[in-house]
């Protein structure tokens, strides 16, 4: 691993001996973020280590005081159970300029697998992709197990993961890397998508999840034991939000029951409920869930870009 978390720190992140360095991590983590402090520690004298619970969910913000600590580092690693990429606290310490990595969910295995890649063609790759969706109005997205959903993309910019290179001022991505991302217009949303890969707070999935949209929101949801709607129930109608669309770019990622790296795969692509003020969006709720789809087909303004997991561009 110390391999991984070099590469992390000095390809991904250009950390220096000026820096200084916050790793927040949880129990469940902690070997791995113990292996980033050890990295860290390497390159400058200011790397620090502190533990958080455990959150509920993706999107619950940390403890307060964690919250001002990111204010005062130049350098984050969030190496947690449950992510903090859409927290009001990960936003504020970007806009303060920390460049900050986010790895909820990873394990070993996948930094051994996805983190020593070739980022000059991620990025190459990543680019077209984030400028087709930038540039595009209205996606449309089958797959063989019954996803049919279109939403409106106008006016929305995407984002193509930084690419894995997170060195400027205010950057902000996961890792490993590998996915361009867009917020679907609210309230564009209609038709289903049935996740068959994995699902944020489930895993890996034995069953798939099917969820039916209309005008921009999950109205029914059906194969996840009811665990995804209770999640959705506690923080309100926003959290049935289609957030995100997402399309996996890694050729490296596989499907693992970690949607950290499950969403960048090769041939897949990913639909969110919840959060996504934090690119481009407008809803701000205390939770972001992943589904991801493999093998779909996907339209942009009625141009066919991938079919049954292979793009044709």
């Known amino acids: 691993m110390p391999k991984e978390t070099d590469i992390i720190l000095n390809r991904c992140m250009g950390l220096k001996e000026k820096d200084s360095v916050l790793i927040i991590t949880d129990s469940k983590l902690r070997k791995i973020a113990d292996g980033f402090l050890e990295s860290a520690s390497k390159i400058t004298d200011k790397a620090e280590l502190e533990e958080i619970p455990i959150a ?9 005081d964690i919250a001002r600590d990111m204010l005062n580092y130049s350098v984050i690693i969030l190496v947690t159970t449950k992510s903090l990429s859409h927290t009001n606290a990960r936003k504020n310490a970007s806009k303060n300029g920390a460049r900050i990595a986010s790895l909820p969910t990873v394990t070993e295995d996948i930094l051994k697998r996805c983190i020593d890649i070739d980022y000059n063609k991620l990025e190459k790759n990543a680019k077209k992709i984030t400028k087709m969706l930038t540039n595009g109005k209205k996606v449309k997205i089958t797959a063989k197990k019954g996803t049919n959903i279109e939403f409106s993309i ?17 950057d902000f991505g996961n890792l490993p890397a590998g996915e361009s991302f867009i917020a679907p217009v609210e309230g564009t949303a209609n038709g ?6 994995s699902f ?5 999935l034995e ?6 949209v209309e005008k921009g929101f999950a109205t029914k949801i059906e194969g996840d034991n009811g665990k995804i709607s209770a999640l959705l129930d506690k923080n309100g109608n926003d959290a049935r939000n289609i957030a995100e669309f997402g399309i996996g770019l890694n050729e490296k990622a596989k499907i693992s029951g970690s949607v950290l790296e499950d969403e960048k795969v090769l041939g897949t692509c990913h639909i969110a409920l919840g959060n996504n003020s ?17 093998r779909p087909t996907i339209e942009i303004d009625g141009k066919k870009i991938m079919e049954e997991g292979k793009f044709l561009i």
């Not at 509920?56 to 307060?64: D, F, K, N």
């Not at 289903?192 to 890969?197: G, K, P, R």
């Not at 069953?207 to 039916?212: D, E, G, L, R, Y």
């Not at 934090?278 to 493999?294: A, E, T, Y």
């Open 154 to 170: 106008a006016g929305r910019k995407a984002v193509g993961d930084d690419y894995g290179i997170y060195n400027k001022k205010g």
């Open 207 to 212: 069953k798939s999840i099917k969820i039916a």
């Open 278 to 294: 934090g690119f481009g969006g407008k809803v701000n709720v205390p939770l972001h869930l992943d589904g991801v789809i493999q």
């Open 192 to 197: 289903c998508f049935v996740a068959d890969a």
């Open 200 to 204: 944020a707070s489930i895993g890996k």
């Open 56 to 64: 509920e969910v993706s999107g619950q913000e940390p403890p307060e």
